[in-house]
């Protein structure tokens, strides 16, 4: 069994400022983790994914997220937020080895003020 | 251009109809995916398919169905039997291995 916690269903940030928005998950084998982010009406677009080959892991538009096993936690962030980060963002987890279906997070949305 | 394309992108159902929503894909993709989005719930699996003329329940396939003739397509129909249908639904391929799950750009289904 596998399950993601995401906390906080909305976070406000101030333009320039780190974007922290975190994600625990657990899982009975090793994780493939993942970050989504959806803007309004859209789908779901790869931010970045965790596949074991490092636990810093760098994705699209200057977003990262670190893998912390000790923790259970794969947090997102971004060190400086700009407006187009305005969106809802999902952490996912599916267990290696054979089908594993995909457990996804109920979402953070993030506000960026200006 | 390659893609996970679903259509309409709106769709209205009346009381005891049925509606198919159409979702097809360009990227060779084995595996495909139904998920449901409603707020502050995530998405949930309605159901997948890990190969032609084969498919699979998820988590909440009560009222819909679906089916996999061609690798390319992958249409769901919310059937009367589903009695609160309005959501906006997501369709999805890939996903093997440690690969990320390509999303199309949804449909939003509404009662009328």
């Known amino acids: 069994a596998q399950s993601v916690t995401q906390l906080g269903s909305h976070v406000s940030v101030s333009e320039g400022a780190l974007v922290l928005l975190r994600c625990n998950y657990s899982?009975?084998?090793?994780?493939?983790l993942f970050w989504y982010v959806q803007y309004p009406n859209q789908g779901l677009q790869l931010l970045l994914k965790?596949?074991?080959?490092?636990?810093l892991v760098k994705g699209i538009n200057d977003f990262e997220a670190e893998f912390k096993k000790s923790e259970t936690s794969f947090h997102l962030t971004k060190p400086s937020a700009h407006m187009s980060d305005a969106a809802e963002y999902f952490c996912?987890?599916?267990?290696?080895?054979?089908?594993?279906?995909?457990?996804f997070g109920t979402g953070t949305k993030l506000q960026v003020i200006p | 251009d390659g893609g996970i394309t679903q259509s309409p992108k709106y769709l209205f159902r009346k009381e005891g109809q049925n509606v198919t929503l159409s979702c097809e894909q360009n990227?060779?993709?084995?595996?495909m995916y139904w998920y449901r989005q409603d707020p502050g719930q995530g998405l949930r699996l309605i159901y997948y398919?890990?190969?032609?003329?084969?498919?699979q329940k998820g988590d909440i396939a009560e009222g819909y169905s679906v089916s996999r003739e061609k690798k390319e397509s992958f249409p769901l129909t919310v059937t009367s039997a589903q009695k609160n249908p309005t959501a906006f639904y997501l369709c999805?391929?890939?996903?093997?291995?440690?690969?990320?799950?390509?999303f199309g750009d949804g449909t939003r289904l509404s009662i009328l």
């Open positions: 996912a987890v599916r267990g290696s080895g054979g089908y594993q279906k995909v457990t």
């Open positions: 899982s009975s084998v090793p994780p493939y």
């Open positions: 965790y596949t074991s080959a490092a636990t």
């Open positions: 990227l060779n993709h084995d595996a």
């Open positions: 398919s890990q190969i032609v003329n084969d498919f």
């Open positions: 999805a391929g890939g996903g093997a291995g440690n690969q990320p799950q390509h």
